[in-house]
T-cell receptor
Framework: QKEVEQDPGPLSVPEGAIVSLNCTYS??????FMWYRQYSRKGPELLMY????GNKEDGRFTAQVDKSSKYISLFIRDSQPSDSATYLC???????????????FGQGTILTVHP | DSGVTQTPKHLITATGQRVTLRCSPR?????VYWYQQSLDQGLQFLIQ???????AKGNILERFSAQQFPDLHSELNLSSLELGDSALYFC????????????FGPGTRLTVT
């Protein structure tokens, strides 16, 4: 079983829809939770990060972390065709030990927003 | 553009061969990370260097090795290549050793035939 599980989709929604992307994880040592966005033929880029449990909002994007359920979500409001990309969740424990800066990624969810 | 450069963009080689992938981090970044991305495994962490020293290791095969040079650029060496090594190889960099924000390069697409 993978440490981080993410439904690969693909997910297709009409422009303006609310999109919900989710990941579950099994490693209770994870403390930092990130969402990266990857456009086709490009490297991933950081979209949002959250430390421990709670919500974080940035424009049309909201990240939620529920450590008790080991579940994280990314919501995209008023989705746009330019949001079409692969969304990867990523996680990290505290720095130190053999993991240090290692990020553990989910499989990625392919999202298409059609006009 | 993240500021991280990787060369070459594409590489096609035969089984059993050895290749070297090169990465230049963003100016001022001391950490370099290598990841492998394939359809079945997703994005997998291979290894991290910080200011020339190895700091973290993932599921990197013994046939693979990496190093970070004094000018902070890094190279990933892949030897005795197998068909299953075909993948996208990304380099990422960050200012500190344990940053959640890693800046990814455009990747090197390796095809082993």
């Amino acid at each position: 079983q993978k440490e981080v599980e993410q439904d690969p989709g693909p997910l297709s929604v009409p422009e303006g829809a609310i999109v919900s992307l989710n990941c579950t994880y099994s490693n209770s040592a994870f403390q930092y939770f990130m969402w990266y966005r990857q456009y086709s033929r490009k490297g991933p880029e950081l979209l949002m990060y959250t430390y421990s449990s709670g919500n974080k909002e940035d424009g049309r994007f909201t990240a939620q972390v529920d450590k008790s359920s080991k579940y994280i979500s990314l919501f995209i409001r008023d989705s746009q065709p330019s949001d079409s990309a692969t969304y990867l969740c990523a996680m990290r424990g505290y720095a130190g030990g053999t993991s240090y800066g290692k990020l553990t990624f989910g499989q990625g969810t392919i999202l298409t927003v059609h006009p | 553009d993240s500021g991280v450069t990787q060369t070459p963009k594409h590489l096609i080689t035969a089984t059993g061969q050895r290749v070297t992938l090169r990465c230049s981090p963003r100016s001022g970044d001391l950490s370099v990370y290598w990841y492998q991305q394939s359809l079945d495994q997703g994005l997998q962490f291979l290894i991290q260097y910080y200011n020339g020293e190895e700091r973290a290791k993932g599921n990197i095969l013994e046939r693979f090795s990496a190093q970070q040079f004094p000018d902070l650029h890094s190279e990933l060496n892949l030897s005795s290549l197998e068909l299953g090594d075909s993948a996208l190889y990304f380099c990422a960099s960050s200012e500190y050793g344990a940053s959640y924000e890693q800046y990814f390069g455009p990747g090197t697409r390796l095809t082993v035939t």
